[in-house]
């Protein structure tokens, strides 16, 4: 199970909200096997009133938040983060000093999903990558 949050300004993501959702989705489903069907996103479009942020980022400052089971191998988790800062950078042109990544991990007994417990929960996938 994987979930993300992407935080930023609206003036900057609503134009690009589509094909940001795109590329998350297709670098998890190359670093760590999440399969097509399993999208789950939710975009957190702010006022630049509304957002503070470093004064050496720009209005383009975007924040991805990653939660999901815990299992995946050091490297699945580098590999993810490396293709979201190079996908991002090279097909909607973000400087990466304007991206952050932070991945949470969490025991699949402390999810809730279709009426279960996570650890319960019969996957057509592999979390072990």
Not at 100 to 115: K, S, V
């Amino acid at each position: 199970m994987v979930q993300v949050k992407v935080t930023g300004c609206a003036e900057s993501l609503n134009p690009i909200k589509t094909k940001l959702s795109d590329i998350i989705h297709s670098c998890l489903q190359d670093a760590i096997g999440t399969p097509e069907n399993k999208r789950f996103q939710r975009f957190f479009l702010l006022e630049e009133e509304d957002f503070y942020y470093p004064t050496d980022r720009s209005i383009q400052y975007t924040i991805i938040e990653i939660l999901m089971f815990e299992g995946r191998s050091v490297a699945a988790k580098k590999k993810l983060i490396r293709l979201l800062f190079e996908r991002i950078n090279q097909q909607l042109g973000i400087d990466t000093v304007d991206i952050e990544i932070a991945m949470i991990e969490l025991p699949q007994h402390n999810w809730g999903i279709r009426g279960v417990p996570g650890d319960e929960l019969t996957l057509n996938y592999v979390v072990e990558a």
